[in-house]
């Protein structure tokens, strides 16, 4: 059975910097696409960064240039380093993989900005 788990959230004033981790189990993960969402108060949960088994990398637009995903496959974990926080990136963090199907989600971990 894979399992996420994500840790690294918190409390961080607005400029400030974060990294999250989704340590991922059960789960061979070098093939695995790996992503992080985000869900905001009343919004949809959103896509922030991808990586694929090779290395490549997506981003939402709204982060570009701000976060950066990588994985560790000796580790069996991915990470998204965050830095110049704004309030707008507040919200439940959740670590998914993706592909190959099924997509297995972790249970989020909470990032809050503060202005």
């Known amino acids: 059975q894979v399992q996420l788990v ?17 340590a991922v189990s059960g789960s061979i993960f070098r093939p ?5 969402y985000r869900q905001a108060p009343g919004k949809q949960r959103e896509l922030v960064a991808l990586i694929a088994s090779d290395f490549s990398t997506h981003y939402a637009d709204s982060v570009k240039g701000r976060f950066t995903i990588s994985r560790d496959n000796a580790r069996n974990t991915v990470y998204l380093q965050m830095n110049s926080l704004k309030s707008e990136d507040t919200g439940i963090y959740y670590c998914s993989k993706s592909l190959p199907p099924p997509a ?12």
């Open 104 to 115: 297995v989600w972790g249970q989020g971990t909470q990032v809050t900005v503060s202005s």
């Open 6 to 22: 994500e840790s690294g959230g918190g409390l961080v004033q607005a400029g400030g910097s974060l990294r999250l981790s989704c």
């Open 32 to 36: 695995d696409v790996m992503a992080w």
